[in-house]
């Protein structure tokens, strides 16, 4: 039996043309054109992927760099470890305080940079944040010098791409600096509060003036009321004594002197017509004093050596006391201001008055009178070793009326004059506590009348 010719296509070429029912030629034409065509649209795709990886590198490149940068430029140190505590990543603040290179603090263990009483303590903080806790400590690293400065850190976890806790992140500052930011703010708060208080005190003691001017202006016809009756009841109270004192008057009234007791009654007429007279002045004093508020047009001034004035004012005041202090000057030589003695004195003598009172139930008084100069100013500063004043008497110790004092022994006007004399030199006057305790004055005065003539210029 004959056996048949099996035929086999050589190649991918023959196989194409026999199921395509081609001649060779026209198989080969159409596949390499449908090769080619392929080969295009892959070089495409290529070219299209080129493009965006280019793009994509781009801006992945500038994101490292703005992370870069901006690490670099925190202040605040920055330390990135593995679970381990080993190093992976630092800026250049910890590069500074340690004082070595990136490459030789990468892959080393952050103990090693560490004083070794801290070790322990930041692998266990390390430990705490891997496992998810936000944790503080206090730390010192190796500088170049020693020990570092104590630096406040924070812990707190690292996460990879898919959210496991892989390490922990390290940040912190000096404690120093942390200190020194709270102290300005507490500064700037304090600074604030003694603005704000000596705005409403301001406001108070304007609408205070207005309304204590209007009152001392209504006050003083009666006062003159009383004066003149009080002369001419004087000058009466002398006729009468003059006429029953004639003797044949005294003869033929005798029984009725007796019964209108009026030996006694003329007796007693010079005290009474005195007391009255006293009370009249004090009630005019009180009321020149209470117009000061209105500030009226200073008179002239003159040149004041505070030194000799304050001495003047210690020595008016300790012949009025019954207690004895001691009172110490700490004065700068030829400090000289353009003011009216008269008034800078009675300012003084208030303040030091006040300081004897103070230190009445003290063991061993003392008074501090210290006068300098500053810029523009000449500063007047009167302390004492008293209990000091709390916050309520801080507030309204300027006020008019206010006194701490018993009944009879103050009218709780002699601070709001002094407050008001120094206002009308263009100056400040303000009181705190000490800290070693008792109360200081501070009186600040221009050294030139430049200021206070532009008050009497515009009329207080």
């Known amino acids: ?31 390499w054109l449908e090769v080619i065509h392929k080969v295009d649209e892959v070089y495409s795709d290529l070219i299209r992927y080129e493009s965006d990886l280019e793009i994509k590198n781009a801006e992945l490149e500038e994101a490292q760099q703005f992370i870069s940068s901006v690490i670099a430029s925190v202040s605040d140190i920055l330390v990135v470890c593995d679970e381990k505590g080993r190093i992976l990543q630092v800026n250049p603040a910890f590069q500074r305080i340690t004082g070595l290179s990136k490459m030789d603090l990468l892959g080393a263990s952050l103990a090693d940079f560490l004083v070794e009483d801290d070790r322990a303590s930041a692998l266990q903080k390390i430990a705490e944040g891997v496992a998810g806790k936000v944790t503080e400590c206090e730390l010192r690293f190796l500088a170049a010098g020693g020990a570092s400065d104590l630096m406040a850190i924070n812990c707190s976890a690292r996460f990879d791409h898919p959210g496991r806790r892989v390490g922990a992140v390290l940040t912190g500052r000096p404690i120093g600096e942390l200190k020194r930011a709270y102290e300005a703010l507490h500064r700037a708060h304090r600074e604030l509060q003694q603005a704000q208080r000596k705005l409403v005190e301001q406001e108070k003691m304007a609408s205070l003036g207005r309304l204590v001017a209007g009152v001392a202006h209504e006050l003083n016809n009666p006062i003159s009321f009383i004066y003149g009756n009080i ?5 009466y109270r002398g006729a009468l004594a003059e006429y029953f004192e004639n003797s044949s008057v005294k003869a033929q009234n005798e029984e009725l002197r007796r019964r209108y007791r009026i030996d006694a009654i003329l007796a007693d007429l010079p005290s009474l017509i005195e007391g009255t007279m006293d009370g009249a002045v004090r009630i005019s ?50 400090v000289v201001v353009d003011a009216h003695e008269g008034q800078v004195h009675q300012v003084l003598v208030n303040l030091i008055d006040n300081a004897f009172d103070a230190t009445r139930d003290v063991a061993t008084p003392r008074i501090r009178v210290a006068i300098r100069k500053t810029s523009a100013h000449a500063e007047i500063v009167v302390e004492d070793n008293g209990r000091g004043m709390s916050d309520v008497v801080l507030d309204k110790v300027f006020e008019p009326f206010f006194t701490t004092k018993v009944v009879g022994e103050g009218t709780g006007l002699g601070l709001w004059i002094s407050y008001s004399i120094v206002k009308e030199h263009g100056g400040s006057i303000v009181v705190a506590n000490q800290p070693s305790g008792g109360a200081m004055f501070t009186v600040q005065l221009p050294m030139n009348s430049a200021q206070l003539h532009s008050r009497a210029d515009q009329g207080g």
């Open 1 to 31: 039996m004959r056996k048949s010719k099996i035929y086999r296509p050589t190649n991918m070429i023959d196989l194409l043309s026999e199921s395509a029912g081609l001649p060779d030629d026209a198989q080969t034409e159409n596949m």
């Open 231 to 235: 002369h001419t009841l004087d000058k």
């Open 285 to 334: 004093d009180i009321v020149r004093n209470l117009r000061r508020l209105s500030f009226s047009r200073p008179a002239e001034t003159q040149r004041v050596d505070l030194e000799r004035i304050a001495r003047t004012a210690a020595n008016w005041a300790a012949r009025s006391k019954k207690t004895r202090a001691e009172i110490v000057f700490d004065c700068e030589e030829s």
